[in-house]
């Protein structure tokens, strides 16, 4: 039975995190989004300065336990993402 109330002490203990991660305002979740965006942005032009041949092409914002930002990144020569149009 000792088991039982752990396993129901820890369901409930997930389930309480689980809603305050849930409970982030959107003022606080779209504060997070600008300064990813920002930083991916700030990065792409790092990249470039150094010639690579990657950029951070997409963000996505994971709200959970614990929340992660992640950066996907491609090859520049994959994408059209310096292409000069001039010629």
């Known amino acids: ?4 109330n752990k396993d129901n002490n820890l369901v409930a203990k997930a389930k309480n995190a689980a809603s305050k991660a849930m409970s982030v305002s959107d003022e606080k979740l779209a504060d997070i989004i ?4 920002n930083k991916q942005k700030r990065i792409n032009d790092i990249l470039h300065q150094k010639g690579s ?3 951070i092409n997409s963000l996505d914002v994971e709200v959970g336990l614990p929340p992660k930002i992640v ?5 520049v020569t994959s ?6 149009d001039s010629e």
């Open 71 to 75: 950066f996907g990144i491609t090859t």
């Open 53 to 55: 041949d990657y950029h």
């Open 1 to 4: 039975m000792a088991v039982f």
């Open 79 to 84: 994408t059209s993402f310096l292409e000069d």
């Open 34 to 37: 600008v300064k990813a965006a």
